[in-house]
């Protein structure tokens, strides 16, 4: 997912299985991202990827 399709837009790319990241807490590194985004206006940069944990 990129910006491209919504100008001043980013988005997180999550390289593993799974919905609702967010709401279940199933991901630290998106939920760090959407809480900085949530408290700051903040972006992930460009290209940000969260691996999924093993």
Do not use: D, F, K
Not at 12 to 21: N, S
Not at 34 to 50: A, I, S
Request: with cysteine; glycine share 14%; proline share 7%.
């Amino acid at each position: 997912m990129s910006g491209r399709h919504v100008p001043g837009s980013s988005g997180v790319r999550y390289e593993g299985h799974g919905h609702m990241l967010y709401i279940y807490g199933n991901s630290g590194c998106v939920t760090a991202h959407v809480n900085r985004y949530l408290t700051t206006l903040r972006l992930p940069p460009p290209g940000t990827t969260c691996q999924a944990a093993c």
